[in-house]
Structures are given as C-alpha cells and as structure tokens.
C-alpha cells in the first residue's frame, strides 16, 4: 500500500504539505494541490484513518461494547448503531463481552488506544469506566443503565413501568399465582423488573412469594431449567412473568412439552418484543422496547456529543405495551 512519504516523493513536494492537504489545514498553492491530488490518484492512495487519529486525535470510529451477541435484543440494537452512524460518516467496532468483566475490560482500553470518537456501552458499567472516560474526554453513552453519581448520556427503558404493565395485564386476565424468571443478580435491569412484579401484585393485594421466583441468565436455556423448577412444584404457579423473550420462549417449550396449553392451563408474558416470539405458536405475549428506536437514538445523540461536547441530553424511553 501506498504511503504518505510516496505519494510527497512523487508529487515532488514535502511530507507535511501533503499532510496539510490531506487534513485542509495550512495553505496550500493550487498548483500544489493539484500535484497532490494527481499523485493520490496515480498511487491510490488511501489515508490510514488510525493514523490520522493519532494526529488528530478524530478518527470517525465509534466502539460499540455489547455484553452478550447471542441475545438477539443486541444484533438488533447494534444494527441500528451501525446504521446511523454510517449515514453520518463514522463506523463502528463491535466488541462482545461475553458478560465478562475482564474481556470487557480489555476491550474497554483497545477502543481507547484505536483512539475512537465516542464509545456506547450496553448494559452493566462500573464506576471506574465511567470516570475514566470522563477523566479522559471521551464521548460515551451507556444504554440500560442508570448512572447516579455524575450526569453521563444515557438512553435507557423504565424497566419497572414495563414489567408492572407485564403483570398486571396477567392479573387482568384472571392469574393470581404468578411467577418469575428474573435475570442476573448483577444486572440493575433484572432488579428494576423484579421490582415491577412486586409492584403489580402489591397493588392487587396479591402477597409476594419469594420462593416463586427463579433466577435466570436472559439465555434460553435458564428459561428451561426455570420453568422446570416452578411446574415440580406442589402448588406451582397458574402464570409466569420471565423477564426477557428469550427465556420466555425456554420457558414456553417445556410448559409444551409436560402437555400445558397457553394459556388455557398457564399465562406467559415476555419483556423485549423480539421477532421470534411472534413465529412461535402461540404467539408470545411481550412488553416490547423500541430496540431499534433506542440504538438510532443513542447513535444520533453520542454522535452530537462528539460534535457539540457542550451539548449533553438523557433520553428515558417508555415501554410499548403488547
């Protein structure tokens, strides 16, 4: 591949007047840009955009960290992201955690050192990503999570609203012995969801049973061995509450394979509003986040950020309702 020096070589000229074309600062002759530009042309030459970061520290690059691609939630999100910004000229590294702190750690500091624009965090952040990234002027947002120690981009869902709605459509319905498949301990979205199960069921006058709540992983095969663990049960629950689709649809397999109809037999209501819990039959009932909605906007509003650092905004979405 070409380089900078090549093209200075062939257009006679200096490095840093080819520098000065390529990055429009300082004057330049028009005899001289013209010699530029054909040697650009003769070389096909292509700028290392890493390389003009390190200089300018702007590489039209946003790092993208996910915690788990297997969750369809996320590709949709991502795809959004990617969407957005390459309307607005920028491309994104995506980066997948595994949920693993240690991965996301790594992946955390080689998005800094590519020098990238901006960077979106979904899902759990800690303290200390946050306060480094403010510490180091990088444009961030988090979404689906709730930042209370300084003011930070952020776009998430009012998860306890959703999962009220969630439950108490169930207890519309006529279920009183609800369930839950809750996600991970660790995640903040879970906690907020368990708590508008609570929520729902206090305002019935429905008393809560912790031991009707099992843990889960936001995986399909947790929603499986959950909704096992509530059937064997010797009073088990006439509904179930899972806090995400995937698990929903675990949990729908083995309620079909012990011959339950739903929802003849027992409720089920998801959270997320993924497209595969419409191919299924029945059809899975779902409080559904705008998941593209939310990826566009946080796309739209870090890349303001970027542009405008003065300009900070919070966006809070709301649930859609089934």
């Given at each position: ?16 007047t080819v520098s000065r074309v390529l990055n ?54 991502a795809r959004a992201i990617e969407d957005v ?238």
């Amino acid at each position: 591949m070409a380089t900078i020096k090549d093209v200075a070589k062939l257009a006679g000229i200096s490095v840093s007047t080819v520098s000065r074309v390529l990055n429009k600062s300082g004057y330049v002759n028009e005899e001289t840009l013209k010699k530029v530009n054909l040697a650009i042309k003769q070389l096909n030459y292509k700028p290392s955009q890493i390389a003009r970061g390190m200089i300018s520290r702007k590489t039209n690059t946003l790092g993208l960290i996910l915690p788990d691609i297997r969750n369809v939630f996320f590709p949709e999100l991502a795809r959004a992201i990617e969407d957005v910004a390459q309307k607005q000229g920028y491309s994104v590294i995506v980066c997948n955690s595994d949920n693993d702190r240690e991965k996301e750690e790594s992946y955390f500091q080689l998005l800094q050192e590519k020098y990238v624009d901006g960077i979106i965090l979904a899902g759990e952040v800690t303290d200390n990503q946050v306060q480094t990234l403010k510490d180091r002027g990088i444009a961030f947002l988090v979404i689906d999570t709730i930042v209370d120690f300084m003011p930070v981009l952020s776009v998430h869902t009012d998860h306890i609203n959703g999962a009220f709605l969630a439950v108490t459509h169930l207890i519309e319905q006529g279920y009183r012995r609800i369930a839950h498949i809750r996600g991970p301990a660790a995640s903040s979205t879970a906690e907020n969801r368990l708590e508008g199960y609570k929520q729902a069921l206090s305002k019935a006058g429905i008393a809560y049973d912790s031991s009707l709540v099992q843990m889960g992983d936001y995986q399909i095969e947790s929603g499986h061995d959950a909704m096992n663990k509530l059937l064997v049960m010797s009073n088990p629950p006439d509904a179930v509450f899972v806090a995400n689709d995937l698990m929903a649809l675990g949990a729908m397999d083995i309620i079909s394979d012990r011959g339950l109809k739903i929802p003849d037999d027992i409720g089920i209501i998801g959270f997320d509003g993924l497209q595969l819990g419409s191919v299924v039959k029945p059809k899975l009932s779902t409080v559904a986040q705008p998941i593209y909605e939310i990826g566009t906007i946080a796309a739209e509003m870090l890349i303001e950020s970027i542009r405008n650092p003065k300009k900070r905004k919070t966006a809070l979405f709301c649930n859609q309702s089934w």
